[in-house]
């Protein structure tokens, strides 16, 4: 199977315009958040953040196949003693682009190291909204189910009779109640709650994520073949767990540095199909 990953320098509200209609299988990034990183992408205000967005999530949906999930990382600020909210105005707003915003996970932050503030506590969490473009997606639960844990041995071995046959799942859809289910599975499906480390090491970059971070959620809504856009490549992480895993990928960055550093990374596994000066250049995979 021919791999690519395509990396393009620029501004992504022009460079997804080259991007073809319903090409795109998994779109996954964590773009700037509200009055942070102003010293790479300049910052952007929190009252000015949706209209600044808007625009980017527009070729987003264009982009976008009918079956493809976009999972947005972005996070609240603090300001003047109470929570932004432009987190929240931007879903409504990208509810009337034509979004649907079909599910909410929370990565939470195991290695969250500990802070003080007058009136609240360090997050150790980040959202990671899902929006789709119809309620049929392709969704592939059994890739990232999890052991059953030691719970099941506690919970499970006296099992009551109201137990043994209450609520069963009238949709079709899970075990419902009924924990008679679970005895004996060695695997389970997992809550929308992800739990992992942040990236100690930050990749020559001030924001990465972790590997595992993409990695899930590309397990889960992609295949092999498949193609992952990260609109705001960054360090690159998204390209190369999606490439590890035998995905397509296409990566876009307005910052020269995080450009050309990701460019050579993947020039050197051999797996690229890349953007510069205007002109494309490629190369097979092995």
Request: charged share 30%; with cysteine; proline share 4%.
């Amino acid at each position: 199977m021919k791999i690519t990953s395509q990396v393009i320098l620029g501004d992504s509200q022009e460079k997804l315009k080259d991007l073809k209609e319903n090409s795109i299988d998994l779109i996954f990034t964590s773009p700037p958040y509200a009055d942070r990183r102003n010293h790479t992408y300049g910052g952007i205000n929190p009252d000015k953040y949706v209209d600044w967005f808007l625009p980017i999530t527009e070729e987003l949906l264009r982009v976008l196949k009918p079956t493809g999930t976009f999972i947005l990382n972005i996070k609240e600020k603090a300001e003047n003693g109470e929570r932004h909210t432009y987190v929240l105005e931007l879903i409504l707003e990208m509810r009337k682009q034509g979004w649907l915003w079909t599910e909410e996970f929370i990565w939470h932050k195991k290695n969250s190291y500990p802070g003080k503030w007058p009136n609240r506590f360090r997050d150790a969490w980040e959202r990671l909204l899902q929006f789709n473009k119809d309620k049929k997606f392709n969704m592939y639960q059994e890739e990232v189910m999890v052991p059953v844990g030691d719970w099941a041995k506690a919970r499970l071995k006296n099992l009551s009779e109201t137990d043994k046959a209450r609520d069963n799942s009238k949709v079709g859809s899970g075990f419902g109640k009924k924990i008679a289910n679970w005895i004996e599975r060695e695997k389970v499906y997992p809550t929308n709650v992800v739990h992992l480390a942040t990236e100690c090491n930050n990749k020559n970059h001030s924001a990465a994520f972790p590997d595992e971070l993409p990695e899930w959620f590309i397990k889960l809504f992609t295949r092999e073949g498949d193609t992952v856009l990260d609109p705001f490549m960054g360090s690159g992480t998204t390209l190369f767990v999606a490439e590890k895993l035998k995905r397509n990928s296409v990566g876009i960055d307005i910052i020269s540095e995080y450009y050309e550093m990701v460019l050579k990374k993947i020039n050197s596994t051999n797996y690229y199909l890349f953007e510069k000066k205007g002109k494309y250049a490629s190369s097979k995979a092995k």
